[in-house]
């Protein structure tokens, strides 16, 4: 069984430009959520995709954005970067939606220089 | 306003001694409370889970306890072991259309395990 997987590792952006993180989820998981981890902090929701439509999202403006496609993979876009969105990315896959666990990747290191 | 707190960013304990790792709520939806570990470099693992319908649950040398009336739970690790060291979040999920597919997660507690 493979785990939930993410790429890139690390990333370099400057701000204004754009970036999208992939997610591949846990086989036989078909509901994807992102979440952001700032310094210090826990990680906080910004959106969660289930059979590919979003099926909620937390306090991000719309520059954040995603997709889910037919093998339950995931992209999250980010437009016109800023210096607060230097943070560790965490994709996260559960078997359903309502379900309690979600089990999470290793995560994208984004800096916005 | 943080609905999901971990008042204790750090604490250290001896091998083979007992850690407790506390975590307080405010929303009276939550219904589901997990705890999970991250190491540094690696994505959080999922370590317990606890219904609200339930006041412990039991994993091997985890036990996380429920308080709902206090809205406090708390993580119990015994014997402790120098491989638990890491970052332990507690994270809650609520019930209901508006909140029930998404984990809210504390900041956070470094737990050290010193030989």
């Known amino acids: 069984e493979t785990g939930v997987t993410q790429s890139p590792t690390h990333l370099i952006k400057t701000r204004g430009q754009q970036v999208t993180l992939r997610c591949s989820s846990q086989?036989?998981?078909?509901?994807v959520s992102w979440y952001q981890q700032a310094l210090g902090q826990g990680p906080q929701f910004i959106f969660q995709?289930?059979?590919?439509?979003?099926?909620g999202r937390g306090n991000f403006p719309p520059r954040f954005s995603g997709l889910q496609f037919p093998n339950y993979s995931s992209e999250l876009n980010v437009n016109a970067l800023e210096l607060d969105d230097s943070a560790l990315y965490l994709c996260a896959s559960s078997p359903r939606t309502g379900v309690g666990e979600q089990y999470f990747g290793p995560g994208t290191r984004l800096t916005v220089t | 306003d943080q609905q999901v707190k971990q008042n204790s960013p750090s604490l250290s304990v001896q091998e083979g001694r007992i850690s407790i790792l506390n975590c307080d709520y405010t929303n009276s939806m939550f219904d589901y409370f997990l705890w999970y570990k991250k190491y540094p470099a690696e994505g959080p693992t999922f370590l317990i889970s606890i219904s609200s319908i339930k006041d412990k649950n039991e994993d091997g040398r985890f036990t996380v306890f429920l308080n709902k009336s206090a809205k406090h739970l708390s993580l119990h690790i015994v014997p402790s072991q120098p491989g638990d060291s890491a970052v332990y979040f507690c994270?809650?999920?609520?019930w209901g259309g508006g909140s029930n597919y998404k984990l809210t997660f504390g900041k956070g507690t470094l737990l050290t395990v010193n030989p």
């Open positions: 994270a809650a999920k609520g």
């Open positions: 995709y289930y059979r590919e439509e979003e099926n």
């Open positions: 086989s036989g998981h078909n509901t």
